[in-house]
């Protein structure tokens, strides 16, 4: 049975929805200028792409159900801060922490949560660097802060989460050991080839 928004819920969730996806819109922009900036005023451009994400009616209710929360647009603001999301892909691990003081270092936002599971990976094996921030959206009468959650990492961690995400969701009921052993595996090998990977570019910058 598909968990659901109340009928009655249903114009407030869209609203809110709206004012969520101003929030990603306000971080696109962002993005671009600092695009511009690493192309066209710096040495280096870190960031090879970047995904955005907003979570579904549904995807919303059923995570306001398995927490245990009311399923209203106000328990939904009040309790999630992923329900907009924008993934950054850079090109090194060693890029991570210098694009998340980027953004972090923006004057008119606020950090509400960091977790940096690059250094310190989850028992999983994953690797990813998360902040939520809180940005304001300047509407005609009123100005909004909703949270925006920020994950950095690089291609090959993405493909990893990319995985793992849907052998779990095949595995309901728990995913077999073998395959959580080898997902570790290929977890640490990823984070050594992205080690290698960056001290070959530090030697193709030194010769050229």
Known sequence: MPILFPPNE????KELLVLYRCALRNMETRMDILLEDFDNL???????????RLKSYESIAQKLHRLGHPITSDS?????????????????????TYIADVFKNQPDMKVISEKNYVTKPKPSGYRSHHIILE????????????????????????????LE???????????PPHLA?????????????DERMYKIQELIDIAY
């Open 10 to 13: 249903f114009i407030k969730v």
């Open 135 to 162: 940005v304001p959206i300047y509407l005609t009468d009123t100005v909004h802060r909703l949270p925006v959650e920020i994950q950095i990492r690089t291609q090959a961690m993405d493909f990893w989460a990319s």
């Open 165 to 175: 995400h849907k052998i779990r969701y095949k595995y309901k009921t728990g995913m």
């Open 42 to 52: 710096q040495n280096h451009n870190p960031i090879e792409h970047i995904k955005r």
């Open 76 to 96: 939904a603001r009040k309790n999630l801060t992923d329900i907009a999301g924008l993934r950054c892909i850079c090109s090194y691990a060693k890029d991570i």
């Open 181 to 193: 052993e080898g997902l570790r595996e290929c977890a640490a090998q990823i984070s050594d080839l």
